[in-house]
C-alpha cells in the first residue's frame, strides 16, 4: 500500500524532530553533569577565592584551589593568538573572495579547508619539535614551551576557521551593491574597503568569535606547548597553563568526588561560561549587523 503524502510529511518532520531533541537533550545533560560535579567544590572553596586565588596546589596540605592565574593565562593565550589570527583570516578571505582569479580560488580554497581538519596534536607536535627549539635559540630562552609558542599554534589552528566563515560571507554580499559602487566611480579597493567589508560584517565577526572560541577551548596545543606553569604570565615568553590544559593534565589523577576532582570540573564551568559569552556575542553581533538585501546598508 502506497503512502500517503501527509503520512510521509509527518514521518519526516517527527524523525527531525527527535533527532533535534536527541541532540538538545544530550548537550542538556553534559551540562548539568557538569554543575552537578563542579558545584559542591564550593560547599569548602569561596566562589572569590576559587576565581581570583594566585595558588594552585590542589594535592598539597591544606589545598590552594585559586585559578586566577589559570583564567589570565586562557585569556592572554586567546587575545595573542587572535592578534595574529584575525588579520590574517580576514585579509585571506578579501583576497580568495575579491582578488584571486577563479582558478586561483579554487585551488586554494580547498587548501584553506584542509588545514582546518590538521588534528591538533600534529599541530602540537610542530610546536614541540620545531617553533619551541627555535624560539628557544633565537630568544635565548630558558624553554621554548611558552605562551608566544602557544599562541602561534592557536592562531594556525584559528587562521582556517576565521578565513573560511569570511570568504563565504564576503562572497555572498549581493552583486549589486559592488556594482553600483563601481558605476559610481569607485576603486577596486574603496569598493572593498567602504561596501563589501561593511555588507559583510555581520558574517565576518561571527567568523572572528569562532575562531576565538575555538582558541580559548583548545586543549592538545596548550597542553603541549604552552609550558604547564600555573603561574601569571609576565611576558610573552612566559610558560603558562590554561585552563583546558589544567583539565585534561589532572583529571585522570584527581580521586573520585575528592575536591580536586570538584575544583576540575568547577574549572569546566568557568570555561563553559566564557565560551557562552562569546557565543552569545557572536549572535548579537550577527543579529545587529544582519544584512537583509542591498537596502540595509
Known amino acids: 500500500m502506497a503512502i500517503s503524502r501527509k503520512l510521509k510529511d509527518d514521518l519526516i518532520r517527527y524523525f527531525f524532530m527527535i533527532t533535534a531533541m536527541v541532540s538538545i537533550v544530550s548537550l542538556a545533560l553534559i551540562m548539568i553533569y557538569l554543575f552537578l560535579e563542579g558545584l559542591p567544590l564550593f560547599k569548602h572553596v569561596g566562589v572569590m577565592e576559587f576565581l581570583f586565588g594566585n595558588l594552585w596546589y590542589p594535592t598539597a596540605e591544606p589545598a590552594e584551589f585559586g585559578i586566577f592565574p589559570l583564567i589570565m593565562a586562557s585569556i592572554a593565550v586567546t587575545a595573542l593568538s587572535s592578534s595574529i ?17 577563479a582558478k586561483t580560488r579554487g585551488i586554494l580554497k580547498p587548501l584553506v579547508e584542509l588545514l582546518a581538519a590538521l588534528p591538533s596534536v600534529v599541530i602540537g607536535f610542530f610546536g614541540m619539535v620545531v617553533v619551541a627549539p627555535f624560539l628557544q635559540d633565537t630568544f635565548d630562552l630558558a624553554t621554548g614551551l611558552n605562551l608566544f609558542n602557544a599562541s602561534l599554534m592557536l592562531a594556525f589552528m584559528s587562521v582556517p576557521t576565521i578565513c573560511s566563515v569570511s570568504e563565504d560571507a564576503i562572497y555572498a554580499v549581493p552583486r549589486e551593491l559592488k556594482e553600483a559602487s563601481l558605476a559610481l566611480g569607485a576603486t577596486h579597493w574603496e569598493t572593498i574597503r567602504r561596501v563589501i567589508l561593511p555588507a559583510s560584517l555581520s558574517g565576518v565577526s561571527t567568523a572572528v568569535i569562532l575562531g576565538m572560541s575555538r582558541a580559548i577551548g583548545e586543549t592538545m596545543v596548550v597542553l603541549m606547548v604552552a609550558g604547564g606553569a600555573a603561574i601569571l604570565p609576565k611576558s610573552i615568553f612566559s610558560a603558562i597553563r590554561p585552563m583546558p590544559s589544567s583539565i585534561a593534565a589532572e583529571m585522570a589523577e584527581a580521586p573520585f568526588r575528592s575536591d580536586h576532582y570538584h575544583a576540575l570540573f568547577a574549572i569546566g564551568i568557568v570555561l563553559f561560561l566564557f565560551t557562552l559569552v562569546f557565543n552569545i556575542i557572536a549572535q548579537h553581533i550577527s543579529e545587529k549587523h544582519k544584512q537583509v538585501g542591498a537596502a540595509t546598508l
Open 85 to 101: 589570527a584575525i588579520p590574517l583570516g580576514v585579509m585571506t578571505a578579501v583576497y580568495l573572495a575579491e582578488i584571486a582569479g
